[in-house]
Nanobody, 124 residues
Framework: QVQLVESGGGLVQAGGSLRLSCAAS????????MGWFRQAPGKEREFVAA????????YYASSVKGRFTISRDNAKNTVYLQMNSLKPEDTAVYYC?????????????????WGQGTQVTVSS
């Protein structure tokens, strides 16, 4: 069984930065692509960013490209999301997820394990 635990969320002013972490259990972390998704109140879950098994390929939603950076440390079984130039519209619960397969993707249906989420609130 795979467990994903997010951390690093919080309250930040617009223009600020946060770094989210997602620690994964299991010995096969490095074989799978990982992704970050978010869900704002009253809205559907949306894709944020994804990274391939070795960190060599990444994929971003257009709304965060240039501001967010996804990375991973396979030795630590951890994936990160560095969020800069935060905007109030980035406010949401952020979830990390493990994808079926090693290449990054944006479809939530391609991910089989999900964390419990961490709240990010950006004040104006």
């Amino acid at each position: 069984q795979v467990q994903l635990v997010e951390s690093g969320g919080g309250l930040v002013q617009a223009g600020g930065s946060l770094r989210l972490s997602c620690a994964a259990s299991g010995r096969t972390f490095s074989s799978y692509a990982m992704g970050w998704f978010r869900q704002a109140p009253g809205k559907e879950r949306e894709f944020v960013a994804a990274i391939g098994w070795d960190g060599g390929s990444t994929y971003y939603a257009s709304s965060v490209k240039g501001r967010f950076t996804i990375s991973r440390d396979n030795a630590k079984n951890t994936v990160y999301l560095q969020m800069n130039s935060l905007k109030p519209e980035d406010t949401a619960v952020y979830y990390c997820a493990r994808k079926r397969g090693s290449s990054p993707g944006w479809r939530g249906s391609e991910y089989d394990y999900w964390g419990q989420g961490t709240q990010v609130t950006v004040s104006s």
